[in-house]
Nanobody
């Protein structure tokens, strides 16, 4: 079973940057994709940045050019560098690992961007 723990959220002014990190522990095998989702108040959870099993990244249109996802196999982390943050990026950010037959979520970390 995979355990995920996010860190790095916080309060930042518009135009600022934050780096989120997801510590991954447990058995990582048969991964379909992994990455970051977010859920703003009153809205559905949505994918933000994902890495497929072949290592290729995919981004939501709203974050392209501003966010970068990376995986550090040595540290067992999935990181999300967020630049040029906007108030509409305010949400709880969740890390997820989707495997064949299993889906794991972290507890989430709050990101608040003030205008």
């Amino acid at each position: 079973q995979v355990q995920l723990e996010e860190s790095g959220g916080g309060l930042v002014q518009a135009g600022g940057s934050l780096r989120l990190s997801c510590a991954v522990s447990g058995s990582i095998s048969r991964v379909i994709r992994m990455g970051w989702y977010r859920q703003a108040p009153g809205k559905q959870r949505e994918p933000v940045a994902l890495i497929s099993s072949d290592g290729s990244p995919n981004y939501a249109d709203s974050v392209k050019g501003r966010f970068t996802i990376s995986r550090d196999s040595a540290k067992s982390t999935i990181d999300l560098q967020m630049n040029s943050l906007k108030p509409e990026d305010t949400a709880v950010y969740y890390c997820r690992v989707l495997q064949i037959g299993a889906s794991s979520w972290g507890q989430g970390t709050q990101v608040t961007v003030s205008s």
